[in-house]
């Protein structure tokens, strides 16, 4: 953009203090239809405290992430690709282990979240919900406003590389209570975006 001119767009990249486009809630079918998906939630206490992540090898950006972390841990936890896009390897094929329901999903604690072409797209549902998101600091930001979000209070952090994701699970599983607030703290989060009348404001 040249001086003076404005774009609006769906993301951008967090932390850009020279960045003069004014995010809007675009795409709001696919990314916003959260609330029809809590009716299949259940209590934190009756939810499976395993791990679990679906995706594809979406992004040019995050095909790397996501492949090291279906190949690291797809053995030890409910981890796999559901797809493949057409851009994947071959190789890639034994990595796919199918489609998990948002409602199935939901029977787990622990959510993973990992940023695809921009944002993550499970990040929304996941913080309207009684599980937690576990997943690396956001680098971009949409309606939701993911800068806002604090490690520990609304999401239990993994490093970039999600290397570290077997001293993460130990210690949500050590630290029950504080997750299942982390869980509240993000459905507490969520309210504000489902006041359409505040956002026609806005």
């Given at each position: 953009?040249?001086?003076?001119e ?16 004014i ?8 990314h ?9 939630d259940i209590p934190?206490?009756?939810k499976?405290?395993n791990?679990i992540?679906r ?6 950006r995050s095909?790397?992430k996501?492949?090291?972390l279906?190949?690291?841990y797809k053995?030890?936890?409910n981890i796999g690709f ?18 998990v ?6 029977k787990?604690?622990y959510i993973?979240?990992?940023?695809g072409n921009?944002?993550?797209?499970n ?7 009684n599980?937690?998101p576990?997943?690396?600091k956001?680098t ?10 604090i490690?520990y209070v609304?999401?239990?952090?993994l490093n ?13 599983l050590?630290n029950?209570?504080?997750?299942r607030?982390i869980?509240?703290n993000?459905k507490?989060y969520?309210?504000?975006?489902f ?8």
């Amino acid at each position: 953009l040249k001086k003076g001119e404005l774009a609006f767009v769906k993301t951008k990249l967090i932390g850009r203090e020279c960045d003069q486009s004014i995010m809007l809630k675009f795409n709001s079918i696919r990314h916003w239809d959260v609330l029809p998906k809590m009716n299949n939630d259940i209590p934190w206490q009756e939810k499976n405290s395993n791990l679990i992540w679906r995706g594809t090898t979406t992004g040019i950006r995050s095909h790397g992430k996501r492949v090291s972390l279906v190949k690291n841990y797809k053995e030890r936890y409910n981890i796999g690709f559901s797809h493949l896009n057409k851009q994947a390897s071959v190789d890639l094929d034994k990595y796919v282990v199918g489609r998990v329901s948002v409602k199935d999903q939901l029977k787990f604690k622990y959510i993973i979240s990992i940023e695809g072409n921009d944002v993550a797209t499970n990040l929304k549902w996941i913080l309207a919900s009684n599980s937690v998101p576990v997943m690396p600091k956001p680098t971009r930001e949409s309606w939701l406003l993911e800068s806002q979000l604090i490690p520990y209070v609304h999401y239990v952090p993994l490093n970039d590389d999600m290397g570290n994701l077997d001293e993460v699970y130990e210690w949500c599983l050590n630290n029950d209570e504080h997750c299942r607030q982390i869980a509240e703290n993000g459905k507490r989060y969520m309210e504000m975006f489902f006041d359409e009348e505040n956002e026609k404001e806005i």
